[in-house]
């Protein structure tokens, strides 16, 4: 399933893929590739063909999955910031302040940057409510040593503000992956429904 309204705007998706191979591996998968449909008389029977082998906690529709190229994550040690706000001590001897947290400028930025690109896109988003199998791939922009688990949360609540979904605790799989180093940086997403899932509903 192409999750673009038009071929124009995957077009334009994938050109924003500086990667040659990753390019025309989406292109494949948005089916942009695929020949015209055959004849209903030359399908196979569906009676002949192997079952499915689901997994047995969650089976994902691959044919409504949407991928996503996503620029570089800032980490969240700087996504996230601490302030002190002045307010009236809770009890005898607590301190007048509290903490509270906030998105900082470089993490509202990054927001921004990937709300545009999803509005750029047409908004392709995941079915409402669906339970997701998300994935992600980290191409870092230089070697230098990361762990890729201080990029995960800033590129799924950039998705979540971008309303591809409506919130990431929708999310029952979620796998990382390291990819190779790429001028730049970016975050490879895919995201596909769940069709049967640890609360039995289906997406």
């Not at 570089?72 to 947290?101: D, E, F």
Request: one cysteine or more.
């Amino acid at each position: 399933m192409n999750p673009f309204p038009t071929r124009q705007a995957a077009e334009q998706y994938l050109a924003r893929i500086p990667d040659p191979a990753q390019r025309e591996a989406t292109r494949a998968r948005l089916g942009l590739n695929a020949p015209s449909p055959a004849p209903v008389e030359a399908v196979q029977n569906v009676d002949t063909l192997p079952p499915p082998r689901p997994n047995a906690r969650s089976t994902a529709c691959k044919a409504s999955a949407l991928p996503l190229s996503l620029p570089w994550t800032p980490s969240i040690n700087h996504y996230w910031r601490h302030v002190l706000v002045p307010c009236k001590p809770a009890r005898p001897g607590a301190p007048p302040y509290r903490v509270q947290v906030l998105i900082s400028k470089e993490g509202r930025e990054y927001r921004r940057a990937v709300e545009t690109l999803i509005r750029n896109l047409g908004r392709p988003a995941a079915p409402p409510e669906a339970r997701l199998l998300v994935a992600l791939t980290l191409h870092a922009p230089t070697r230098r040593a990361i762990d890729i688990d201080n990029r995960i949360k800033a590129a799924l609540d950039a998705l979540t503000h971008a309303h591809v979904w409506a919130d990431d605790s929708l999310i029952d799989r979620l796998t990382v992956d390291r990819g190779e180093v790429t001028p730049g940086g970016r975050v490879d997403v895919v995201i596909t429904p769940l069709t049967n899932t640890p609360f039995g509903g289906q997406p």
